[in-house]
């Protein structure tokens, strides 16, 4: 299942990219290939400065070793030795009024235990009701799909848990799905496959609807202020960035997802009755999104 997943992560990076490039019109991913010292490698593709896309990554990788003793014993199995191979991207629109999003998914073994995880998620800065809607219903019909394999009810609820500042007592965006630790059958792979491959039509028609809109330097202040949340999350409690940073692997392709401009200002509050607090106050409270 390893050998397979990965030919198929590959060709979901091929596709993907494709299809972020046709949406964005002009600009073009880079790709660095690289290896690891410890155990394999991977395909960083970056693209930035697009007409669309201010920075982005889509990247595979398939690596394998050995954990550290301390590290072997927060991850499912047995042992020390590991293999783990995915496909994870961040797109960073430059239009405060086109989200962020992100998806991952991956295939992972330690000893005796072998199992997928993933998901997707969109970061918005001043949301639309229809492109939120969108989004969830996409990943609720694929979810239908694969039941029972795959619950959309607990996926959605484990996003909304998971993509959580907990020091701010907030959500990072307004959810999607999110898995791990789900048992390496083939009823998962067929789940898994279907998932991956509807990320574009998840995203890729919200930044069509809305990649032409006029925006204003207030709503990219906000975009930049509100960025510094996504920075926070990936680095203190994002499981990807703790797994990629503990195994020795790439930095620049594991901190490909911070977003190229941020703003932090002290104690920033925006003022009440605002778009700019309705995305806190409402859009960012967990909703049943796909019924709407």
């Not at 959580?164 to 083939?186: N, P, Q, S, W």
Request: proline residues 6%; aromatic residues 14%.
């Amino acid at each position: 299942m390893h050998d397979r997943a990965v030919d198929f992560f590959k060709g979901l990076q091929d596709r993907i990219c494709h299809s972020l490039e046709v949406a964005d019109a002009s600009g073009k991913f880079r790709q660095d290939v690289w290896e690891r010292p410890g155990g394999g490698g991977g395909r960083s593709r970056v693209i930035a400065e697009g007409g669309v896309i201010e920075k982005g990554g889509v990247n595979f990788s398939e690596v394998h070793g050995e954990f550290s003793p301390e590290f072997a014993k927060q991850i499912p199995g047995d042992g020390l030795a590991f293999t783990a191979a995915g496909v994870s991207l961040v797109i960073h629109p430059r239009s405060p009024l086109v989200p962020t999003v992100h998806a991952n998914f991956r295939f992972l073994t330690h000893g005796s235990k072998a199992w997928f995880g993933g998901g997707a998620d969109l970061t918005p800065y001043y949301p639309f009701q229809e492109d939120v809607v969108h989004f969830h219903k996409v990943w609720k019909r694929v979810c239908d799909a694969h039941a029972p394999v795959a619950d959309h009810a607990k996926m959605k609820r484990d996003c909304d848990d998971y993509f959580h500042l907990k020091h701010r007592g907030e959500a990072r965006g307004v959810g999607g799905i999110f898995f791990d630790y789900a048992d390496a059958t083939e009823a998962t792979f067929d789940f898994v496959r279907e998932a991956a491959d509807a990320f574009v039509e998840s995203y890729v028609p919200i930044v069509e609807r809305r990649k032409a809109l006029p925006w204003t330097p207030e709503q990219r202040f906000f975009q930049e202020v509100r960025r510094g949340r996504y920075v926070e999350f990936n680095l203190v409690y994002d499981r990807g960035t703790i797994f990629g940073l503990k195994t020795d692997g790439r930095t620049e392709s594991i901190l490909m997802s911070l977003p190229p401009v941020v703003r932090y200002l002290y104690d920033y509050r925006p003022p009440a009755g605002t778009p700019e607090a309705e995305l806190t106050d409402y859009w960012l409270k967990p909703k049943d999104w796909a019924s709407m």
